[in-house]
T-cell receptor, first 114, second 115 residues
């Protein structure tokens, strides 16, 4: 079975540009989580969805960040405009209801904003 | 709010030495999970403990869940270079209501193993 798929795996962009990160959760999973990981701040939960509905976006750092989940098999995290301090690894994870609380992480997108 | 703390933050060991990381929650947990993240990789689920006082083993790894279900530990016997990485504990977020699988992660313990 395919795991969580994220694209791109690496993204280098210039400050001010729009960045879109993509995630395909494991088929059948109900919840989807977006995390950001940096050395300074560790693993931070940005937002999560259940059945495509955003449940908690309190971790989204600023209005520059937005996330959507138009259907059960796709989610995006957008940063507009990007800033150097957004440089981090962004992970998407999914979880199936009734399968405990175990989350399955994607390989991540390493974002560098110059 | 709910907090999950891990110690130590870093641990350097010689290959063959044992290693232990500890996890403490500010609230009682229904379960606790452990994840491993290899350098450059992503967190990977290792195990879930549910019962008070539960002990589970995976080869050289021993996981314990405290009697009060507020703390846990991961012990690695005779570390190998393949054990290098960051070990996270995580507990279900509990602030009343349904959390839909949201987890509160500890800060992680970074393990390095010198051959």
């Amino acid at each position: 079975d395919a795991g969580v798929i994220q694209s791109p795996r690496h993204e280098v962009t210039e400050m001010g540009q729009e960045v879109t990160l993509r995630c395909k959760p494991i088929s059948g999973h109900n919840s989807l989580f977006w995390y950001r990981q940096t050395m300074m701040r560790g693993l931070e939960l940005l937002i999560y969805f259940n059945n495509n509905v955003p449940i908690d976006d309190s971790g989204m750092p600023e209005d520059r960040f937005s996330a959507k989940m138009p259907n059960a098999s796709f989610s995006t995290l957008k940063i507009q405009p990007s800033e150097p301090r957004d440089s981090a690894v962004y992970f998407c994870a999914s979880r199936i209801a009734g399968g405990g609380d175990t989350q399955y992480f994607g390989p991540g997108t390493r974002l560098t904003v110059l | 709010g709910q907090q999950v703390m891990q110690i130590p933050q870093y641990q350097h060991v010689q290959e063959g030495e044992d290693f232990t990381t500890y996890c403490n929650s500010s609230t009682t947990l229904s379960n606790i999970q452990w994840y491993k993240q290899r350098p450059g990789g992503h967190p990977v689920f290792l195990i879930q403990l549910v019962k008070s006082g539960e002990v589970k083993k995976q080869k050289r790894l021993t996981f314990q869940f405290g009697e009060a279900k507020k703390n846990s530990s991961l012990h690695i016997t005779a570390t190998q270079t393949t054990d290098v990485g960051t070990y996270f504990c995580a507990g279900p977020f509990n602030a009343g209501g349904t959390s839909y699988g949201k987890l509160t992660f500890g800060q992680g313990t970074i393990l390095t193993v010198h051959p």
